[in-house]
């Protein structure tokens, strides 16, 4: 073996300590305090054919999405879920304590340990079809899907596929059937002051003026 080929071996040997991210399987998830214990999907062989597994890294923080001012997206995981892990370069304690605390480093300081890791989120596996509840946003449309139903949000208004259920006062006054435009155009369609409109001055046709009398009539929509 020439001098090369046994530096490049010595240096891939260091490197492999240097863990920057692996696939890894979700063995537990702690949703109060965002925290996982998570196994890497690695094993590795020496020399001699012996096979040793990465050990389960437990309580890793799991990372998270703000998306505005106090407004976040929390992910929730599972035993079982495929999962994307990266390392941070230095040890992480201090960091997470909060209050701007900072790390120190020193010359000698461990790099790229295991126990530096991070969840940072589904990875997906070969052959991996969408999910019946997810959040997506696709041909202009953001849809929230759960199983069957789906609430869509595009520039053309608001789609519900599935039962609705309202509780409380529903804002508005235009409703429209479906497939129909809205009032004046040739398709037609009514707003609810149009219906009201017309059920309070409608009249019955083939009534014989007189003093006979009628039922009591039904009282007006207001």
Same mark, same amino acid.
């Given at each position: ?91 992480? *304690?201090?960091? =997470? ?6 790390? &120190? #480093?020193?010359? $000698?300081?461990?790099?790229? @340990? ?33 199983? *069957?139903?789906? =609430? ?6 608001? &789609? #519900?596929?599935? $039962?609705?259920?309202?509780? @409380? ?54």
């Amino acid at each position: 073996m020439s001098f090369a080929e046994l530096l490049d071996r010595y240096t891939d040997k260091k490197g492999r300590g240097m863990q920057l991210g692996m696939v890894c399987q979700v063995e537990s998830f702690d949703a109060g305090a965002m925290r996982a214990d998570v196994l890497p999907l690695v094993r590795e062989k020496n020399e001699l054919d012996e096979v040793s597994n990465y050990p389960v890294i437990p309580g890793i923080p799991v990372q998270y999405v703000q998306i505005g001012q106090d407004c976040y997206i929390k992910p929730f995981y599972q035993r079982g879920d495929l999962v994307w892990v990266g390392f941070s370069t230095f040890d992480i *304690s201090n960091s =997470l304590a909060g209050s701007g605390r900072k790390q &120190e #480093v020193r010359p $000698d300081s461990k790099i790229f @340990g295991l126990e530096n890791a991070c969840l940072i989120g589904r990875i997906a596996q070969q052959g991996w079809s969408e999910p019946q509840n997810m959040i997506k946003f696709e041909d202009g449309k953001l849809t929230l899907k759960v199983g *069957s139903t789906e =609430l869509s949000i595009g520039p053309d208004g608001v &789609e #519900v596929t599935g $039962d609705l259920t309202v509780e @409380g006062e529903v804002g508005g006054n235009v409703v429209y059937e479906t497939d129909l435009s809205p009032s004046g155009s040739d398709k037609g369609g009514l707003s609810i002051g149009e219906i009201k409109d017309k059920f309070n001055s409608h009249k019955h046709s083939g009534v014989t003026a007189g003093a006979g009398s009628t039922a009591t009539p039904l009282p007006q929509l207001s």
